[in-house]
């Protein structure tokens, strides 16, 4: 990898979080979207940033519990 | 006052956003009962202040925020158990799961890094965000599991803009860190570093 490669890639890597939060402009992420087809490291972590951030994503998805249901319910009834 | 017609368009908003508001509120307490408490109090809050909402539409955004809101208001009040722990702005190094784990000189159908991803349980990932601070905590909960954007949230925690991508970044390498230990004690890996190796 060449000097210019590996500055190319750590600039990559500390937008990327920024990236995946869809938080850079469109410029930028053009600019991203071209490296990480053009560089294996660089896509390897971003698919596994993408997979972890997928995996805290999924832990907003609870049932509420029946007490909580029939506690709103009652509350809602009383507006 | 509100009319019967507001009455109905709030019941029927709310009643599939439960779930949801049950999620957040959960990993912002870290406890059932304080779950229930919160869910209860921003439904409250949220038919008390309806009137002030202008765009019906943002209707679950709006409601998502009374719910941070309400949290971040009563930590600050109360200093209940979850919100003891603010974050200590110390020089910590950030941290990378990918760094640890990555071998680029592997045969490229081996993937140390998303092997590990594969074996995290949900349990794993909880504790882990919930061994964070308050305040770390909460950006990554409003950010990665209600989508909000780091505009909405400096606007809500009523931080600049710049404290909410400060703390995105630590939160994220506490939480890797925090990760990483947990999968080392688990004996998911072994070794360190470079020679980090994940176990079947």
Redesign the interface.
């Known amino acids: 990898m060449s000097e210019h490669d590996r500055t190319r890639c750590e600039e990559v890597i500390g937008h990327l979080l920024h990236y995946l939060d869809g938080e850079i402009d469109a410029a930028k992420r053009a600019e991203i979207d071209r490296h990480l087809q053009e560089c294996r490291g660089c896509y390897s972590r971003a698919e596994f940033e993408k997979a972890l951030r997928d995996k805290i994503g999924k832990l907003g998805e609870e049932k509420a519990p029946a007490s909580l249901r029939q506690r709103i319910k009652a509350l809602m009834d009383a507006f | 006052m509100?009319d019967e017609d507001d009455?109905v368009f709030?019941?029927a908003e709310?009643?599939p956003l439960?779930?949801?508001?049950?999620?957040?509120a959960?990993?912002l307490t870290r406890n059932?009962a304080d779950a229930?408490d919160l869910?209860?109090e921003t439904?409250?809050k949220a038919?008390a202040n309806f009137g002030q909402l202008a765009d019906r539409q943002a209707f679950p955004k709006w409601l998502f925020r009374i719910l941070a809101n309400t949290f971040i208001s009563d930590c600050r009040h109360a200093q209940r158990e979850p919100c003891k722990t603010f974050a200590v702005l110390d020089g910590e190094q950030p941290f990378s799961?990918?760094e640890r784990l990555?071998q680029?000189f592997l045969l490229?159908w081996s993937?140390p890094?998303?092997e590990l991803?594969n074996k995290?349980l949900?349990e794993d990932?909880?504790r882990a965000?919930d061994s964070l601070p308050v305040d770390f905590r909460t950006v990554?909960?409003l950010?990665?599991?209600?989508g909000y954007?780091?505009a909405e949230v400096a606007e809500l925690l009523g931080v600049p803009i710049g404290t909410v991508?400060s703390r995105?970044?630590r939160a994220?390498s506490r939480?890797?860190r925090a990760l990483w230990t947990q999968a080392q004690a688990a004996g998911l890996l072994t070794g360190a570093g470079d020679e980090a190796v994940v176990h079947e």
């Open positions: 509100n009455r709030f019941r709310v009643e439960l779930d949801r508001l049950y999620g957040a959960l990993r059932p229930e869910v209860s439904v409250a038919w799961l990918f990555h680029p490229w993937n890094e998303q991803v995290l949900r990932i909880e965000l990554v909960i950010v990665e599991i209600n954007s780091y991508r995105l970044s994220r939480l890797q």
